[in-house]
């Protein structure tokens, strides 16, 4: 017979006092494990101007794994995604992270299904695209994990 699965009722965040700076900030309660998908694009064209993702609350999460799903331009080009963090969804900034700074599929590549692991270092997270020239077809979404 199975157990049966505990409900409990909790805040996922408290406000916690920095002594040090007399201040209060808020905290993430990581006791359990979480998951949430955030879709970036639906089968988007990405072109030579730049497209932004929606920007979501990424401040619960301790990392990303991004699904990326690119249909290749029908010329010579590269196309650039890149993950922008920002503390106030206003102000974004790369990501300096080695694994998912500035990734670049070429065409040459042919189409491609890949993963790439990012931190989730701050409040708010978007990602950026463009192509050097043509039309790629980009799907891609991010699994945010505590």
Same mark, same amino acid.
């Given at each position: 017979?199975?157990? !049966?699965? +505990?409900? @409990? !009722?909790?805040?996922? &965040?408290?406000? @916690?006092l920095d002594q040090e700076e007399n201040e209060w900030s808020q905290g993430w309660l990581k006791?359990?494990?979480r998951q949430r998908t955030v879709d970036l694009f639906?089968? !988007? #064209?990405?072109? *030579? +101007?730049e497209k932004f993702s929606s920007a979501f609350l990424s401040a619960p999460y301790e990392k990303a794994?991004?699904?990326?799903?690119? *249909?290749?331009?029908?010329?010579a #080009? *590269?196309?650039?995604?890149?993950? !922008?963090? #920002?503390?106030?969804? #206003?102000?974004?900034y790369e990501n300096e992270d080695i694994e &998912?700074?500035?990734? %670049?599929l070429q065409?040459?590549?042919?189409?491609r299904k890949l993963c790439v692991q990012c931190p989730v270092?701050? %409040?708010y997270m978007r990602v950026k695209s463009i192509a050097t020239a043509g039309t790629w077809t980009l799907t891609a979404k991010a699994i945010l994990i505590t």
């Open positions: 017979m199975p157990a !049966e699965i +505990t409900m @409990i !009722e909790t805040y996922d &965040s408290a406000m @916690i006791v359990y494990k639906k089968s !988007e #064209s990405i072109s *030579t +101007t794994l991004m699904e990326i799903n690119a *249909t290749a331009a029908a010329v #080009s *590269t196309l650039c995604i890149d993950v !922008e963090f #920002s503390d106030d969804n #206003s102000n974004w &998912s700074r500035n990734i %670049q065409r040459g590549d042919g189409n270092m701050a %409040q």
